[in-house]
């Protein structure tokens, strides 16, 4: 017959069965958080990357923006630079006529 010591023994059998199955729960856990915590950093530091991403982006459009707007100024000047265009070249030209003239008085060329 089983005695009260049999009892006691299997009693710490089954209470030692426990605690180790605990035991290795608790280190799956540990595990299972530093999985967590390396996969946490690393999500913290993408986002630290997105950020600096979407800044970089922010300034690039602007300093698009502000291309656009002095392309535009350009654009709207460029019939007024045309007719400067012209007015320039015809005194170019009349000087270089005018001093061919000149030359061409002063040798001799062309009386008068």
Known sequence: MATDSDFSRLDAARHKDVIEALHGDIAEMKGALRELTAAITKLALIE???????????RAFTALEKLETRVS???RQLPLIARTNVWVER?????AAASLMFVAKAS?????
């Open 48 to 58: 630290q990357q997105m950020s600096y991403s979407a800044r970089a982006q922010e």
């Open 73 to 75: 100024d350009i654009e």
């Open 108 to 112: 001799g060329l062309i009386g008068g």
């Open 91 to 95: 005194v170019v030209i009349a000087a």
